[in-house]
């Protein structure tokens, strides 16, 4: 059952049709009462915010909490204007028991900006009964045994048939559901109707429940329109939370999962059209909740400095592909999964920019300064796109200096903090003619006296003039 978000000091109205429909804590406190009209409650609280009822807005929330809640089960369903219904019979192992699955409903709740009171029980229409009593002591009943005498101590207004007959009910000293029970059903059926005696059957598990199960669109769509104008783009992440849970529950209904997601910020229109801020978010690897999106969101958030203040923001999904199986593996790998590492590159490119964090790419090209290539750990970068060299060569360090080192000649060896002693066959490189760039290179790989492995290469054409030997320093050996 969802209810306003209020703050605990926040004295506010919700009027329909110039009557109370529904007050906050506050307000009750100052004697504002059900079906009470505007002026007598501008008369007790002159400084109340009052709000007119929305039902459009209202059944759009609704519908946005039951395409986030489809993350924790495919069957949600909705029964009443402020009522969903989630069969989570299969669902408790997976998220950790009944208790552990509550607060992630009720933060994923939160998120969309809305408070609920969660009840369960065996049957839905127990379940919605004890999600009315929000500041119950006992809102969880995981058997029939338990729920029953929770049931019958609730008050008759919380049955939603039977409303429309309090006076009667009242009169005859009917309080709660269990002297409700208690009258002869013949009787009672014809006075209440037979929704009461039906809902009533419902609750205590004597007849089937019947459910329309919600289902998720085709495409997803989220766009939310922002209260007031927002300037710093920080203020967006509560926003983004509420579209990015949404998301999550499209996904997992369509058992999906999303390589790309863009967030379209919509600025206010002035003289001029603004175009939208879009800020992207490319993934090394496809998922469907939106812990880890949410977290890069909120370092590309910190970056970001809007052209203009945003009134609305969209969410758009973009390389969508199967949901990958859970592992089902007895010893975990160690050191991290392969889906830990992308996690990992992901809020570091995020956080430092894609440009700061590169990740080898090697070329076909004998050349070392052209085959140790860097590109952007995330995505692909344009340019060559030969193939790897074969795993065949000879060694070759993982540190190349920006530029070979001239190295000195020592009776008739090269020197480097001490006499460098050959190691390895040569491995000779002749090439870059064809782009006027000859290389004429014999490799080795040299040890120093203190047992250090250098990569240093002779070249193998000398000085015209002096017709000398020259020996640098490439790289070097971890």
């Known amino acids: ?21 529904l007050a906050s804590a506050l307000a009750r406190a100052a004697g504002v009462t059900g079906n009470m009209r505007r002026g007598g409650v501008l008369m007790l609280l002159p400084q109340a915010i009052l709000h007119e009822r929305d039902a459009a807005r209202e059944q759009r929330a609704l519908h946005e909490a039951a395409l986030a809640l489809l993350q924790y089960t495919p069957q949600v369903s909705s029964n009443g204007a402020d009522v969903l219904l989630l069969d989570i019979g299969a669902s408790l192992t997976l998220f950790g028991g009944i208790r552990a699955l509550c607060r992630r409903v009720r933060g994923t709740i939160a998120q969309l900006g809305l408070s609920a009171s969660l009840g369960c029980a065996p049957t839905a229409a127990g379940a919605a009964l004890l999600a009315q009593q929000p500041r119950a002591r006992h809102a969880r009943a995981l058997s029939l045994r338990t729920l029953l005498p929770r049931l019958e101590r609730l008050p008759i207004a919380l049955l939603g048939s039977a409303v429309s007959h309090l006076d009667l009910l009242d009169g005859i000293g009917c309080r709660d559901l269990a002297d409700l029970r208690r009258l002869p059903r013949a009787a009672l059926q014809r006075r209440c109707g037979a929704a009461v005696l039906a809902q009533l059957d419902q609750a205590w598990g004597l007849s089937p429940e019947l459910h329309e199960w919600i289902v998720a669109p085709p495409d997803f769509q989220a766009r939310i329109e922002l209260p007031d104008r927002i300037e710093h783009a920080q203020s967006l992440q509560h926003a983004a939370q509420g579209l990015l849970a949404q998301m999550s529950g499209w996904l997992s209904a369509h058992h999906l999962a999303v390589g790309q997601v863009t967030l379209q910020l919509q600025h206010e229109r002035g003289r001029q059209a603004i175009a939208p801020t879009a ?12 812990t880890h999106l949410l977290r890069l969101l909120q370092e590309r958030l ?15 999904v973009a390389r969508l592909e199967a949901m990958a199986a859970i592992s089902t593996s007895l010893f975990p790998e160690p050191g991290g999964t392969p889906q830990q590492h992308a996690r990992l590159l992901e809020l570091l490119s995020a956080r430092l920019g894609p440009d700061n964090v590169r990740q080898a790419k090697p070329l076909a090209d004998h050349r070392p300064e052209v085959s140790n290539h860097w590109q952007a750990a995330l995505g ?11 795993d065949c060569l000879p060694p070759r360090p993982a540190w190349l200096l920006p530029q070979p080192l001239p190295l000195e000649i020592r009776q008739h060896r090269p020197y480097y903090r001490g006499t460098l002693q ?9 090439t870059g003619w064809w782009q006027g760039q000859l290389m004429t290179r014999d490799y080795h790989v040299a040890v120093s006296a203190g047992h250090v492995y250098y990569w240093i290469y002779r070249e193998r054409i000398g000085d015209p003039e002096q017709h000398a030997t020259h020996w640098y320093l490439h790289g070097l050996f971890g």
């Not at 800020?279 to 939106?290: D, G, Y």
């Not at 050959?422 to 002749?430: K, M, T, V, W």
């Open 1 to 21: 059952m969802f209810r306003p978000n209020w703050s605990a000091d926040a004295a506010a109205v919700v009027l329909e049709r110039d009557r109370v429909s």
């Open 279 to 290: 800020i992207t978010l490319t993934l090394a690897q496809a998922v469907w909740q939106e």
């Open 302 to 316: 910190a970056s970001t400095v809007l052209c203009a203040p945003v009134i609305a923001v969209s969410l758009q």
């Open 380 to 390: 692909t970068q344009s340019g060559s796109t030969a193939t790897p060299l074969p």
């Open 422 to 430: 050959l190691a390895s066959p040569p491995e000779r490189i002749e």
